[in-house]
């Protein structure tokens, strides 16, 4: 990955994306998101979303065009929490900061104030065994946060939840979102968690993926529950479900 110098903090540049066995999941893929936009992306299952990602994170090297990033710190939320089994809330939270030698006082700060922050006060010291899926996924974005990533990659975090506790994440992240105001780019299934999180909605087309339709959202943060179920949300949604449903073809 290469650092620029621009307002946009991640920019994908021509992204094409070959793997060995001739299978093409990216083509053309031309994209940015600047600090304070949140960026979500839905397509249909396969069309590369999370090669995508991957590629953001520099996990995957593209067979064609470059990504750019302002920033090297980058926070990854992906589908599972992948908590440490033997490691408290409390410490599973701190390992990043472990890993980049953070000094202790300095992590248990970060990691008390990060805790808080996802509504976890209270179980710093209890293990992911007896933890929901919803606090789980709490506790995965607390741990990047205490990075303080200025771009977050979510890789469809909250797919695997229950509808009710998905809706509270929402809420939860776009909170962060606007406390942080980072760069994120944000992979869903979901049209309806895509209208209501984000600032800007882009629509993959099947495999090999490309953007085929980007969509501005006007409603201002924060945004309420409630405003799922206005006129002008579903009609926004119905456009972005026009243009999903049109990528298949």
């Given at each position: 990955m290469e650092q620029t110098g621009s307002e946009d903090e991640l920019v994908f540049d021509g992204i094409g994306m070959t793997f060995p066995d001739g299978t093409e999941a990216l083509?053309?893929?031309?994209?940015?998101?600047?600090r304070n936009e949140f960026a979500t992306i839905v397509g249909p299952s396969g069309c590369g979303k999370s090669t995508l990602l991957y590629v953001a994170a520099g996990l995957l090297k593209p067979?064609?065009?470059?990504v750019t990033v302002e920033s090297k710190q980058l926070g990854f939320v992906q589908q599972d929490a992948n908590l440490l089994?033997?490691?408290?809330?409390?410490?599973?939270?701190?390992?990043l900061m472990e890993l980049?030698?953070?000094?202790?006082?300095?992590?248990?700060?970060?990691?008390s104030d990060a805790?808080?922050?996802?509504?976890?006060?209270?179980?710093?010291?209890?293990?992911?065994?007896?933890?929901?899926?919803?606090?789980?996924?709490?506790?995965?974005l607390a741990r990047?946060?205490?990075?303080?990533?200025?771009?977050?990659?979510?890789?469809?975090?909250f797919g695997a939840l229950d509808e009710v506790t998905r809706q509270r994440l929402n809420e939860e992240t776009q909170s962060l979102f606007q406390s942080e105001r980072f760069a994120g780019?944000?992979?869903?299934?979901?049209?309806?968690?895509a209208v209501f999180m984000s600032t800007t909605v882009h629509v993959m087309s099947a495999r090999p993926g490309?953007?085929?339709?980007?969509?501005?959202?006007?409603?201002?943060?924060?945004?309420?529950?409630?405003?799922?179920?206005?006129?002008?949300?579903?009609?926004?949604?119905?456009?972005?479900?026009?243009?999903l449903r049109a990528s298949y073809l």
């Open positions: 083509r053309g893929i031309n994209l940015s998101v600047r067979t064609s065009g470059k089994p033997w490691r408290t809330v409390q410490k599973n939270v701190e390992l980049h030698k953070v000094d202790s006082d300095e992590r248990n700060n970060r990691a805790i808080e922050t996802v509504a976890l006060k209270g179980f710093e010291n209890h293990y992911p065994k007896s933890l929901s899926g919803g606090m789980k996924m709490r506790a995965s990047t946060l205490t990075m303080r990533p200025p771009v977050f990659l979510f890789d469809e975090p780019l944000f992979i869903t299934h979901s049209i309806n968690e490309r953007i085929v339709a980007t969509f501005e959202v006007p409603f201002e943060y924060p945004r309420q529950h409630e405003i799922r179920f206005t006129p002008e949300f579903a009609e926004l949604g119905g456009e972005v479900s026009k243009a």
